[in-house]
């Protein structure tokens, strides 16, 4: 690597210094950088030696990760998103990383913020309140009145933040790029797409335009529902390290006394909590990443207003898929069927089972026959990411985050009311999936691009097979094969049987009809009163 400044070189000793405390010091030894880490040693000290001493493992690297600043935090917070890596000790430990800072005086930011809406806060804000509503490592947020009396917030990037994560990103791709290559016990964990998917996800948190973009999305998805607040953009003042949004007065969802003061439904508010990130996820495909209890707040009516959607996460039709084939090999104690899902997500799809069947019978074994009601379904992903862990298996990091978010969102509605249960909030909402797959415009939309693809698929034939078929059709063929040409055809056969493939989308919806007629059976029982 080509270091772009003293400064870089300087915060990889520091980096290289803290995780050596932390007892990862043989790890940099195995990536070739025994002698930075000794220059490290020489340049940084032994601060925070004796605290590191007493914690466990787990506990160190949040540590670490806390002593080395935004970035790291981030990237914790991030790896709290990845089940399928990381046991729930470690999980625990990175959902603690929070992005809390010490407030900056508002005298610093000011500069930074006039600069960009290019006027004197005067001209603009009646008021500006100096104190932070909340204080972050990235951000810092503002209550402010327009000229026209509306209250609104102020996201304001802290100033100089940019240039030292983006040189923590270039040094954490630069560590991870060593890690796969030399230390084996790392490779495993693909530091490298890791690392990639947490620069993807911090650049987007750090353009606050993104972030607006991604709440007008979801706004636009929820049109028509009084149930759901999201707060308005003013994009004529919002800019890249300046957000600009609607003041949401409520009760943070965090806040049960309050609610309950209120005289408020709390169990009305989970079932409408749920469903709105049920419907993100299963009929729009863009969802609220981070559905804990501090980014939502309670309006009167029981309404609730989503906040903060800097991480956003997405569900393609093909992940809404496997989601369905995973409740039907559940459902059906299919274990070949959870291997080819499992298989799938690893990129190892074809690969041979082997031991892996037994495991996955003996976790089907634990939930099959079950009524999807009566199951626990933290338990039911924690035992199944367990499985993928001990098979050295991993999953794409949406799926995994997805998986992620129908654990908090469980947790975070039971909060509000104990009886919650997501697998009985989630069939209304699977049902209107399936309805809205199978209906004439989805299915006329799939069949076209399904079309489209084989047509792209025969203009990839070399030329010499194309016109072998037209004279095949004629009556008049040929036979002149060239080894060249098989490893052509050998490619292009393969393509073909992938699109095959994606034709067992609209067979796997119908499968899907067959999921909410069982998780929509009611068991039979005697009458009720009324």
Not at 30 to 47: D, I, N, S, T
Not at 49 to 71: K, N, S, Y
Request: charged residues 25%; aromatic residues 6%; hydrophobic residues 45%.
């Amino acid at each position: 690597m080509t270091f772009q400044s003293i400064a870089d070189l300087n915060r990889l000793h520091e980096i290289i210094w803290v995780f050596t405390l932390a007892g990862f010091g043989d790890m940099f030894k195995q990536m070739g950088l025994e002698a930075a880490a000794e220059r490290a040693g020489k340049l940084m000290g032994w601060k925070h030696a004796d605290e590191m001493a007493h914690l466990e493992r787990p506990q160190r690297v949040r540590r670490v990760f806390e002593i080395l600043g935004p970035t790291f935090v981030k990237l914790g917070q991030i790896l709290a998103t990845r089940p399928d890596l990381f046991g729930p000790e470690w999980i625990a430990e990175f959902e603690k990383l929070q992005s809390q800072a010490p407030p900056l005086d508002f005298k610093e930011l000011r500069p930074q913020i006039e600069e960009d809406l290019g006027a004197p806060l005067e001209e603009i804000f009646a008021e500006v309140e100096t104190t932070p509503l909340a204080a972050a490592s990235v951000a810092q947020v503002h209550r402010a009145t327009l000229k026209d009396g509306t209250t609104v917030v102020l996201k304001i990037q802290r100033p100089g933040i940019r240039p030292k994560i983006e040189s923590d990103m270039r040094l954490l791709a630069y560590l991870a790029s060593l890690a796969e290559k030399n230390v084996p016990q790392l490779a495993a964990y693909r530091p490298q797409k890791v690392v990639q998917q947490f620069v993807k996800s911090l650049q987007n948190e750090l353009n606050f335009m993104t972030e607006g973009h991604n709440a007008e999305h979801v706004a636009a998805n929820f049109e028509g529902n009084d149930q759901i607040v999201i707060p308005k953009i003013y994009w004529e003042w919002t800019r890249q390290r300046l957000n600009v949004q609607e003041f949401v007065d409520g009760i943070p969802g965090v806040n049960l006394h309050a609610i309950d003061a209120a005289g408020m439904d709390r169990k009305r508010i989970a079932q409408i909590g749920a469903s709105a990130v049920l419907k993100m996820i299963m009929m729009d495909g863009l969802f609220h990443a981070d559905p804990h209890p501090g980014n939502f707040f309670i309006l009167p009516g029981e309404r609730i207003a989503f906040i903060d959607f800097g991480m956003i996460g997405r569900v393609s039709e093909v992940r809404r898929r496997q989601i369905m084939t995973l409740l039907q090999a559940l459902l059906q104690n299919d274990a070949d069927g959870l291997c080819a899902i499992l298989l799938e997500w690893s990129e190892r799809e074809g690969d041979d089972p082997g031991e892996l069947v037994g495991a996955v019978e003996e976790f089907l074994s634990k939930y099959s026959g079950k009524p999807m009601g009566l199951m626990d379904l933290s338990a039911m992903v924690g035992d199944l990411l367990s499985l993928v862990r001990d098979n050295k298996l991993t999953m794409p990091p949406d799926q995994a985050m997805l998986l992620k978010v129908f654990v908090s969102l469980e947790g975070a509605f039971k909060k509000l009311d104990p009886g919650f249960d997501i697998m009985v909030a989630i069939q209304p909402t699977l049902h209107e999936a399936v309805i809205d797959a199978l209906s004439p415009q989805a299915l006329g939309k799939r069949g076209l691009k399904l079309f489209t693809q084989y047509l792209e698929l025969f203009a990839d034939l070399p030329k010499e097979i194309r016109r072998g078929i037209y004279t095949a059709k004629s009556g008049n063929l040929k036979i002149r094969v060239e080894l060249s040409q098989l490893d052509e055809l050998h490619r292009v056969v393969m393509r073909a049987g992938r699109l095959l493939a994606a034709a067992g989308v609209t067979s796997a919806l119908l499968i899907g009809t067959s999921i909410v007629m069982a998780l929509t059976k009611k068991p039979k029982g005697p009458p009720r009163d009324h």
